[in-house]
């Protein structure tokens, strides 16, 4: 599976920004979709998780009610749809992607840099 993350830039604090994460190699039925982000000098964190046959969704905590994350079958996309963005949102995002119940993510996409200016 490859993954081609895209969609991130810079935006001024309460703006939006959808970033989208294309699979190729296979289709996605009982694969889980996550997006996580690193930030400079934290370790990554989860961000967000939709499984892609039922559409079982998770999202952290600092990012319910803000994030949105979704998938389009037939363009076997998933996007991170991010609103009122804050600047400790900033930080590179990652899509990545595992068989439903393995414990780890086997494949990660190469990262897009989402910066959020106060």
């Known amino acids: 599976v490859q993954l081609q993350a895209s969609g991130g830039g810079l935006v001024q604090a309460g703006g939006s920004l959808r970033l989208s994460c294309a699979a190729s190699g296979r289709t996605l039925g009982g694969y889980v979709m996550g997006w996580f982000r690193q930030a400079p000098g934290k370790d990554r964190e989860f961000v967000a998780s939709?499984?892609?046959?039922?559409?079982?969704?998770r999202y952290a905590e600092s990012v319910k009610g803000r994030f949105t994350i979704s998938r389009d079958s037939a363009k076997n996309t998933v996007y991170l749809q991010m609103n009122s963005l804050k600047p400790e949102d900033t930080a590179v995002y990652y899509c990545?992607?595992?068989?439903?119940?393995?414990?780890?993510?086997?494949?990660w996409g190469q990262g897009t840099q989402v910066t959020v200016s106060s």
């Open positions: 939709i499984f892609w046959t039922s559409i079982s969704i």
């Open positions: 990545a992607t595992k068989v439903s119940g393995a414990l780890e993510y086997a494949y």
